[in-house]
C-alpha cells in the first residue's frame, strides 16, 4: 500500500514541491511511481493561478476516486495551491477525497498518509476527510529535499516562499501566503548537496525572487539580499549555470542588472512578467512599473547582454482592456522582440480584486488578442532560432529527448532546447553542438567532436 504517484499541476514551484514531498515519502519508506496506475496513493499538486487549471484538476481527481469502487484502500490526495484556496470547498464536489493539505503543510503528507492507511487497514470505517490547510510559520525551510535517484544536470532550489504584491488578478498571495524567505546558509549548503551530486545548473525559485530576504537580511555595498545570494551561489564549484524566476520589474535595480556583466555562471535568459502595456491596465492590475520603466530595465539589461534572451508573462482581456489598451500592449509586445512569452487570457479568480471589476472583456475578444500576441511571438521565436543557425552553442545536456532514437534534448544558456544525437553518459553534460535545423518551436543540431 505504500506505491505513491504525485501529477503535478502548474508552475515550476509546483514541480519542486512535487519533488520535495516526493523526497519525504521516499524517507519515509513510501515508493514513487511514474504509472498512476501503478499506484496505490495519488497525489494531485494543483495549480489555481486560472480557472482552467483548477478545473482539470477537479476533473482529475473525480476520475480517480471512481477507482474506490474497485479499491476500497486506494487514496486520492489534493495538495498545494486549490487546496489551499478551497480547502473544505473541495468536499462538495469531491467526498470522497482522502486528504486536502494546502501550501505550508507538504512536510506533514506522509504523517497523514501513515495514518489513513493505519485506520484502513485496521479494517473500520474509512477514515474522514484529512484536511490541513493552516499557516506555518517557516514552512519555507521545509522545501529543501531532493530526488537524487537519477544523474540531474539541473535542479530547482526554492529560495523563498509567499508574494507581497497583491496585484489584482491573482490568486497567488491566498494560496501561498505572504512573502518569506530561507536563510542564505541553507540555500547555499543545498546547492552545495546539488553540485556534489553532479548538478550543474540551479534555477532559483520565488514568486518574485528578487526582492528575496528584502525584509529579513540587509544590503551591502549597495547589492541587494538576492544579488549577494546569486555572488555567494557563483562561488559554488561544479555549479556552471545559475538561472531564476520569476523576477518582478518592480525590484529590477541596477544591481541585479550589473550582476549579468561580472557574474559568468548567470544565463543570459530573463522571464520578467510585463502583463500588460498599457500604463492605465499596469494600475488597474497594481502592477507598480509603467511601459516606458519596464522598456528601460530591457534596455539595461541588453546593453549588459547584447544577447539577452528574454521571455514574459501577459494577461489579455483583463477587465476593462480596451481596444487602445490592447495595442498597446501589441505595440510593446512587438517591439521588445521577446524571445518566448506565456500569454494567458484573463481569468476569474474569485476573492481577488479584479473578478469584480466592471467591463469584464468577452471570451472572443480574449481569443483574439491571444492569437495576436502568439502572431507576434512566433515571429521572434522563428527569428532567434534562425539566428542560432550553424553556430556552436553550449548544451547542458538534460534527459532523452520525448520521441527518436538516441535523441537527447540540451539547453543553450538563453535557455533554448536543441535535440541532437547523443549517448546516455552525456546526460548532466556540457556538450558543444551545432546547429543545423530551426524551426519555430525547436532546434536541431549534432555534437561538435571533441569540444566535450
Ligand atoms: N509572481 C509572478 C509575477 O507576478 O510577476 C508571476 C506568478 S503567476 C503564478 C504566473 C502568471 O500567471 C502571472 O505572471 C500572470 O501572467 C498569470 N496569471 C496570474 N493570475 C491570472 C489570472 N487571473 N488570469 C490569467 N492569468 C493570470
Same mark, same amino acid.
Given at each position: 500500500?505504500?506505491? %505513491?504517484?504525485?501529477?503535478?499541476?502548474?508552475?515550476?514551484?509546483? #514541480?519542486?514541491?512535487?519533488?520535495?514531498?516526493?523526497?519525504?515519502?521516499?524517507?519515509?519508506?513510501?515508493?514513487?511511481?511514474?504509472?498512476? $496506475?501503478?499506484?496505490?496513493?495519488?497525489? +494531485?499538486?494543483?495549480?489555481?493561478?486560472?480557472?482552467?487549471?483548477?478545473?482539470?484538476?477537479?476533473?482529475?481527481?473525480?476520475?480517480?476516486?471512481?477507482?474506490?469502487?474497485?479499491?476500497?484502500?486506494?487514496?486520492?490526495?489534493?495538495?498545494?495551491?486549490?487546496?489551499?484556496?478551497?480547502?473544505? @470547498?473541495?468536499?462538495?464536489?469531491?467526498? @470522497?477525497?482522502?486528504?486536502?493539505?494546502?501550501?505550508?503543510?507538504?512536510?506533514?503528507?506522509?504523517?497523514? *498518509? @501513515?495514518?489513513?492507511?493505519?485506520?484502513?487497514?485496521?479494517?473500520?470505517?474509512?477514515?474522514?476527510?484529512?484536511?490541513?490547510?493552516?499557516?506555518?510559520?517557516?514552512?519555507?525551510?521545509?522545501?529543501?529535499?531532493?530526488?537524487?535517484? $537519477?544523474?540531474?544536470?539541473?535542479?530547482?532550489?526554492?529560495?523563498?516562499?509567499?508574494?507581497?504584491?497583491?496585484?489584482?488578478?491573482?490568486?497567488?498571495?491566498?494560496?501561498?501566503?505572504?512573502?518569506?524567505?530561507?536563510?542564505?546558509?541553507?540555500?547555499?549548503?543545498?546547492?552545495?548537496?546539488?553540485?556534489?551530486?553532479?548538478?550543474?545548473? %540551479?534555477? +532559483?525559485?520565488?514568486?518574485?525572487?528578487?526582492?528575496?530576504?528584502?525584509?529579513?537580511?540587509?544590503?551591502?555595498?549597495?547589492?541587494?539580499?538576492?544579488?549577494?545570494?546569486?555572488?555567494?551561489?557563483?562561488?559554488?564549484?561544479?555549479?556552471?549555470?545559475?538561472?531564476?524566476?520569476?523576477?518582478?520589474?518592480?525590484?529590477?535595480?541596477?544591481?541585479?542588472? #550589473?550582476?549579468?556583466?561580472?557574474?559568468?555562471?548567470?544565463?543570459?535568459?530573463?522571464?520578467?512578467?510585463?502583463?500588460?502595456?498599457?500604463?492605465?491596465?499596469?494600475?488597474?492590475?497594481?502592477?507598480?512599473?509603467?511601459?516606458?520603466?519596464?522598456?528601460?530595465?530591457?534596455?539595461?539589461?541588453?546593453?549588459?547582454?547584447?544577447?539577452?534572451?528574454?521571455?514574459?508573462?501577459?494577461?489579455?482581456?483583463?477587465?476593462?482592456?480596451?481596444?487602445?489598451?490592447?495595442? #498597446?500592449?501589441?505595440?510593446?509586445?512587438?517591439?521588445?522582440?521577446?524571445?518566448?512569452?506565456?500569454?494567458?487570457?484573463?481569468?476569474?479568480?474569485?476573492?481577488?480584486?479584479?473578478?469584480?471589476?466592471?467591463?469584464?472583456?468577452?471570451?472572443?475578444?480574449?481569443?483574439?488578442?491571444?492569437?495576436?500576441?502568439? @502572431?507576434?511571438? #512566433?515571429?521572434?521565436?522563428?527569428?532567434?532560432?534562425?539566428?542560432?543557425?550553424?553556430? %556552436?552553442?553550449?548544451?547542458?545536456?538534460?534527459?532523452?529527448?520525448?520521441?527518436?532514437?538516441?535523441?537527447?534534448?540540451?539547453?543553450?544558456?538563453?535557455?533554448?532546447?536543441?535535440?541532437?544525437?547523443?549517448?546516455?553518459?552525456?546526460?548532466?553534460? *556540457?556538450?558543444?553542438?551545432?546547429?543545423?535545423?530551426?524551426?519555430?518551436?525547436?532546434?536541431?543540431?549534432? *555534437?561538435?567532436?571533441?569540444?566535450?
Amino acid at each position: 500500500m505504500n506505491r %505513491v504517484h504525485i501529477k503535478t499541476y502548474g508552475c515550476q514551484m509546483n #514541480e519542486r514541491d512535487s519533488e520535495a514531498v516526493g523526497a519525504m515519502l521516499r524517507k519515509r519508506g513510501y515508493s514513487l511511481v511514474d504509472n498512476e $496506475q501503478d499506484a496505490d496513493i495519488v497525489l +494531485l499538486n494543483t495549480c489555481s493561478v486560472r480557472d482552467q487549471a483548477e478545473q482539470k484538476a477537479i476533473g482529475k481527481a473525480g476520475h480517480l476516486n471512481k477507482r474506490k469502487r474497485r479499491n476500497q484502500k486506494f487514496i486520492v490526495g489534493i495538495m498545494g495551491c486549490m487546496a489551499q484556496n478551497r480547502g473544505q @470547498d473541495l468536499l462538495d464536489s469531491l467526498p @470522497d477525497l482522502d486528504l486536502i493539505v494546502g501550501t505550508q503543510k507538504f512536510h506533514q503528507i506522509p504523517d497523514h *498518509l @501513515d495514518n489513513i492507511i493505519h485506520t484502513l487497514q485496521a479494517q473500520g470505517p474509512r477514515p474522514s476527510t484529512v484536511i490541513d490547510i493552516e499557516e506555518e510559520k517557516d514552512s519555507q525551510n521545509t522545501i529543501r529535499n531532493h530526488l537524487s535517484d $537519477q544523474k540531474k544536470a539541473s535542479a530547482f532550489v526554492s529560495i523563498m516562499q509567499g508574494c507581497n504584491m497583491h496585484c489584482t488578478f491573482c490568486i497567488v498571495p491566498t494560496t501561498r501566503g505572504a512573502e518569506r524567505a530561507r536563510p542564505m546558509e541553507a540555500i547555499l549548503e543545498e546547492v552545495q548537496e546539488l553540485a556534489a551530486e553532479g548538478v550543474k545548473e %540551479v534555477t +532559483l525559485l520565488g514568486q518574485t525572487v528578487n526582492s528575496y530576504g528584502l525584509r529579513e537580511f540587509p544590503f551591502k555595498d549597495g547589492k541587494s539580499p538576492f544579488v549577494q545570494l546569486l555572488e555567494a551561489i557563483h562561488e559554488i564549484s561544479g555549479i556552471e549555470r545559475i538561472r531564476f524566476t520569476s523576477p518582478h520589474p518592480k525590484g529590477f535595480k541596477q544591481d541585479l542588472i #550589473e550582476a549579468y556583466t561580472y557574474l559568468p555562471k548567470l544565463c543570459p535568459y530573463i522571464h520578467l512578467p510585463l502583463q500588460s502595456g498599457s500604463d492605465r491596465i499596469l494600475k488597474l492590475m497594481r502592477r507598480p512599473y509603467t511601459a516606458k520603466s519596464y522598456t528601460q530595465i530591457v534596455e539595461k539589461l541588453r546593453q549588459a547582454v547584447p544577447d539577452m534572451y528574454l521571455s514574459t508573462d501577459i494577461i489579455v482581456g483583463f477587465p476593462g482592456e480596451t481596444d487602445e489598451d490592447f495595442e #498597446e500592449t501589441r505595440v510593446l509586445f512587438d517591439a521588445l522582440r521577446f524571445d518566448m512569452a506565456y500569454i494567458f487570457k484573463y481569468s476569474i479568480r474569485s476573492g481577488t480584486p479584479a473578478a469584480t471589476m466592471p467591463d469584464q472583456v468577452p471570451q472572443e475578444v480574449k481569443e483574439r488578442r491571444n492569437q495576436a500576441l502568439l @502572431d507576434i511571438l #512566433e515571429k521572434h521565436s522563428l527569428a532567434r532560432n534562425q539566428s542560432l543557425l550553424g553556430t %556552436v552553442q553550449e548544451i547542458l545536456v538534460e534527459a532523452p529527448a520525448k520521441r527518436g532514437e538516441n535523441l537527447y534534448m540540451g539547453r543553450n544558456p538563453g535557455n533554448r532546447k536543441v535535440i541532437f544525437t547523443a549517448t546516455e553518459r552525456l546526460v548532466g553534460e *556540457l556538450v558543444r553542438v551545432r546547429i543545423t535545423e530551426a524551426t519555430v518551436s525547436s532546434l536541431k543540431g549534432e *555534437l561538435v567532436l571533441g569540444g566535450v
